[in-house]
């Protein structure tokens, strides 16, 4: 059987009068991901780590932030077309880790939500996707508030 992994990760500055958008859901809170499509830091890295363990390059080769198709799209969709372009090569998903790294607000309380819409996203199994998220303690971007970011670990298999 021949396996690969992927590391992905992403990061979108935080704005007032924007939508937080993190692993799919919409999550309340004052201040939103600011991005060319919706701004979702975890479906990005996921992305970005199924790509590069099928060697298909990255997000932004795919999906441009220079291109209006993509402008405000939700990241779900972009997520369905990196299935289908990893699934092409034969290559199936067998685990997901995730780590979203923010001050404010904890989202740990969402966390099973994300989970089942990135599961029934990527067709695979609930068990088979693990989110975390931690806070830097108030330290630089992150802990500034100024930011979110997310990083994410693949294992694919050749079918």
Do not use: W
Request: contains cysteine; proline residues 3%; hydrophobic residues 40%.
């Amino acid at each position: 059987m021949k396996i690969r992994t992927g590391i992905g990760y992403d990061v979108h500055k935080l704005a007032e009068n924007r939508t937080l958008t993190i692993g799919g859901i919409v999550i309340p809170h004052e201040k939103g991901s600011l991005g060319h499509s919706d701004g979702d830091v975890l479906i990005h890295a996921i992305c970005d780590a199924l790509l590069g363990a099928a060697n298909l390059r990255d997000i932004g080769f795919h999906f441009p932030d220079t291109s209006a198709e993509y402008k405000g799209i939700d990241s779900k969709i972009l997520l369905k077309k990196v299935v289908k372009l990893i699934r092409k090569k034969g290559f199936e998903i067998s685990n997901i880790d995730s780590t979203i790294v923010l001050q404010k607000p904890k989202v740990k309380d969402f966390i099973p939500q994300m989970k089942e819409i990135l599961a029934e996203t990527l067709h695979i199994p609930v068990n088979d996707i693990s989110i975390k998220a931690t806070t830097t303690e108030n330290l630089g971007f992150a802990g500034r508030e100024e930011g979110i970011a997310a990083y994410a670990s693949v294992l694919i298999y050749l079918q």
